[in-house]
């Protein structure tokens, strides 16, 4: 069984900053790929950005220049640098773990992030 726990979700003015956290526990030797999503109040989740072996990443063209995604391996911990955020980011994000054997992968519970004046 795999645990994901996301932290670091809040409230920011426009043009704010905030950092996610996800650490990861349990049997995740096998699993390498891990992403951030986000759902919107009445919208389909989307993907933000993801981290694969190698350090392979890709980004959303929306967050392109504005987000980082980056893990620490020892921590087990997946984050996402938010910069300069727009309004149209809020939404709940929830963070995933995948691997190509296991595409369905696990979930975290999401955590809000809100951004308004």
């Known amino acids: 069984q795999v645990q994901l726990v996301e932290s670091g979700g809040g409230l920011v003015q426009p043009g704010g900053s905030l950092r996610l956290s996800c650490a990861a526990s349990?049997?995740?030797?096998?699993?390498?790929?891990m992403a951030w999503y986000r759902q919107a109040p009445g919208k389909q989740r989307e993907l933000v950005a993801v981290?694969?072996?190698?350090?392979?990443?890709n980004y959303a063209d929306s967050v392109k220049g504005r987000f980082t995604i980056s893990r620490d391996i020892a921590k087990n911990t997946v984050y996402l640098q938010m910069n300069s955020l727009k309004p149209e980011d809020t939404g709940v994000y929830y963070c995933k773990i995948s691997s190509p054997q296991n595409p369905a992968g696990y979930w975290g519970q999401g955590t809000q992030v809100t951004v308004s004046s």
């Open positions: 981290i694969g072996n190698v350090d392979y990443t």
């Open positions: 349990g049997s995740i030797f096998s699993f390498y790929v």
